[in-house]
C-alpha cells in the first residue's frame, strides 16, 4: 500500500463547476500537506500549502486537513479551463534542518482535471 | 533570475549507455533534490543534498549517482542506463532557512527514453 493514495481520475467538469481533490495517506508523521499544480510538459508548482490540521482559502481555492482521519481535500470553486492540470498532493514529516524528514516530500499520484468551457 | 533550470529537455539512450542529466538554480538554495515522475506512480524521490558536499539517497536511488560540488548545481548520473529508467526526470530546489514552508520549486523536466 502507498503511503499516499489519490484518484487518479481523469476529472471533467464545466466551467464554474466546484472541484473537489482528495488524498489520504497512513503515515501519521505527516504534519506538513501541500497541493501542487502541473501543467503539461511543466514542472509542479506550489499552489497551497497547509500545517496540520485545519483549513486554509486562498482565492477560489480551499485546501483542507483533518488529521484524524488521514485525509486532505482541494477545492476549486468557480472552475476556469485554465484550471486544466494535473494536481498532485504532496505531504512531509518535518522541515526542520537535519531532521530525517527535512525537504522530502512524498505525493500522491496525481489527478488530472480538465475543465471544459 | 532564472529559477531551476535542467539540461537537455529531452534525450534517447540506449541501454547500457551512461548519461548526466544536469540542473542548476540560482536562487542560493541549500537544499536541492532529483525525482522522477512516471504514469501513476506520482513523483518519487531519488537522491537529495542539503548542502555543497552533502548528498544522501531517496526512496528510489538504485542506477543513479549524485555529487554537489557547488550550491548551484546538481547533477543526475545514469551509469548504465536501463529501459526501466524511461521517465520524467524533475529536479527541485527550496530554501532551507525557512523553517515552517516547503516551497520547492521545480525545474521544466527532462523527459528520457531508454531503448
Known amino acids: 500500500q502507498k503511503e499516499v493514495e489519490q484518484d487518479p481520475g481523469p476529472l471533467s467538469v464545466p466551467e464554474g463547476a466546484i472541484v473537489s481533490l482528495n488524498c489520504t495517506y497512513s503515515?501519521?508523521?505527516?504534519?506538513?500537506f501541500m497541493w501542487y499544480r502541473q501543467y503539461s510538459r511543466k514542472g509542479p508548482e506550489l499552489l497551497m500549502y497547509t500545517y496540520s490540521s485545519g483549513n486554509k482559502e486562498d482565492g477560489r481555492f480551499t485546501a483542507q486537513v483533518d488529521k484524524s482521519s488521514k485525509y486532505i481535500s482541494l477545492f476549486i470553486r468557480d472552475s476556469q479551463p485554465s484550471d486544466s492540470a494535473t494536481y498532485l498532493c504532496?505531504?512531509?514529516?518535518?522541515?526542520?534542518?537535519?531532521?530525517?524528514?527535512?525537504?522530502?516530500?512524498?505525493f500522491g499520484q496525481g489527478t488530472i482535471l480538465t475543465v471544459h468551457p | 533570475n532564472a529559477g531551476v533550470t535542467q539540461t537537455p529537455k529531452f534525450q534517447v539512450l540506449k541501454t547500457g549507455q551512461s548519461m548526466t542529466l544536469q540542473c542548476a538554480q540560482d536562487m542560493n538554495h541549500e537544499y536541492m533534490s532529483w525525482y522522477r515522475q512516471d504514469p501513476g506512480m506520482g513523483l518519487r524521490l531519488i537522491h537529495y543534498s542539503v548542502g555543497a558536499g552533502i548528498t544522501d539517497q531517496g526512496e528510489v536511488p538504485n542506477g543513479y549517482n549524485v555529487s554537489r560540488s557547488t550550491t548551484e548545481d546538481f547533477p543526475l548520473r545514469l551509469l548504465s542506463a536501463a529501459p526501466s529508467q524511461t521517465s520524467v526526470y524533475f529536479c527541485?530546489?527550496?530554501?532551507?532557512?525557512?523553517?515552517?514552508?516547503?516551497?520547492?520549486?521545480f525545474g521544466p523536466g527532462t523527459r528520457l527514453t531508454v531503448l
Open positions: 527541485a530546489s527550496r530554501d532551507s532557512g525557512r523553517a515552517h514552508t516547503d516551497t520547492q520549486y
Open positions: 504532496a505531504m512531509s514529516g518535518g522541515h526542520l534542518w537535519g531532521g530525517t524528514s527535512y525537504g522530502k516530500l512524498t
Open positions: 503515515n501519521s508523521a505527516f504534519q506538513y
